[in-house]
């Protein structure tokens, strides 16, 4: 199989993975670099509906936009300009997170999969949905070199060396927001992870994220 081939069919793949956390709104976008100058990008449609005929879309990082895509690609865009660490990014609208977004607060390193963020989430106060360039290019400096971004009352957008594992860096954060709001529901301050512990220090293993400090 040719590397497009691949990629496209990464594409698909993370589209159903994302489909299957239960996030299927129509903002939801995978994206995988394909080399310095484009990416792909899954088609202008809610992940759970791409099909294998689907055939996702060739962008340019540097050129315009095509209008066959959805307006927020262009943080794709910015993002891979800034970071080439970057080779995968997931946008996505994921229900607790949304919720915690709209209070203005991010999740708190208070669990293993949330210590993958730490020490803090990047945080976009702007609630309307980021359809110019400017907007795009401030988003990705915002983000700098964290992990992920939490857009208010708009999910987030999670990157990764790859799309794999931006894709597993997007299902933490869902799960470090709802650990978020359940302590937030209680009324007690909760605990927080001390960055100063490297047993805190979460790890990339095998293709496989452990995040060490249980016990």
Same mark, same amino acid.
């Given at each position: 199989?040719? %590397?497009?081939?691949?990629?496209?069919?990464?594409?698909? *793949?993370?589209?159903?993975?994302?489909?299957?956390?239960?996030?299927?709104?129509?903002?939801?976008?995978? /994206? +995988?670099?394909?080399?310095?100058?484009? /990416?792909?990008?899954?088609?202008?449609?809610?992940?759970?509906?791409?099909?294998?005929?689907? +055939? %996702?879309?060739?962008?340019?990082?540097?050129?315009?936009?095509?209008?066959?895509?959805?307006?927020? *690609?262009?943080?794709?865009?910015?993002?891979?300009? !800034?970071?080439?660490?970057?080779? @995968?990014?997931?946008?996505?609208?994921?229900?607790?997170?949304?919720? !915690? #977004?709209?209070? @203005?607060?991010?999740?708190?390193?208070?669990?293993?999969?949330?210590?993958?963020?730490? %020490?803090?989430?990047?945080?976009?106060?702007? %609630?309307?949905?980021?359809?110019?360039?400017?907007?795009?290019?401030? *988003?990705?400096?915002?983000?700098?070199?964290?992990?992920?971004?939490? !857009?208010?009352?708009?999910?987030?957008?999670? *990157?990764?060396? #790859?799309?794999?594992?931006? /894709?597993?860096?997007?299902?933490?954060?869902?799960?470090?927001?709802?650990?978020?709001?359940?302590?937030?529901? #209680?009324?007690?301050?909760? !605990?927080?992870?001390?960055?100063?512990?490297?047993?805190?220090?979460?790890?990339?293993?095998?293709?496989? #994220?452990?995040?060490?400090?249980?016990?």
């Amino acid at each position: 199989m040719s %590397p497009r081939g691949r990629a496209d069919d990464l594409i698909r *793949v993370a589209a159903r993975a994302i489909a299957r956390a239960g996030w299927r709104t129509p903002m939801d976008i995978a /994206c +995988v670099r394909i080399d310095a100058h484009y /990416c792909l990008v899954s088609p202008a449609k809610p992940l759970g509906l791409v099909t294998d005929s689907d +055939v %996702p879309i060739r962008v340019s990082i540097d050129g315009p936009l095509p209008a066959e895509v959805l307006g927020e *690609v262009r943080i794709h865009q910015q993002i891979y300009r !800034l970071r080439p660490d970057v080779g @995968g990014i997931v946008r996505f609208q994921s229900p607790k997170l949304v919720s !915690l #977004s709209t209070l @203005g607060k991010t999740p708190s390193a208070r669990h293993g999969f949330g210590s993958y963020f730490a %020490p803090s989430h990047r945080f976009w106060h702007d %609630p309307r949905l980021v359809r110019h360039d400017a907007w795009a290019a401030a *988003v990705a400096a915002t983000l700098g070199a964290a992990r992920a971004i939490v !857009l208010r009352g708009n999910g987030a957008v999670a *990157v990764g060396s #790859s799309l794999q594992e931006a /894709c597993v860096l997007s299902w933490y954060l869902e799960d470090a927001a709802r650990v978020e709001l359940d302590v937030l529901a #209680s009324g007690i301050p909760g !605990l927080v992870f001390d960055p100063r512990n490297p047993r805190r220090v979460p790890l990339w293993r095998d293709g496989f #994220s452990s995040a060490c400090g249980s016990g």
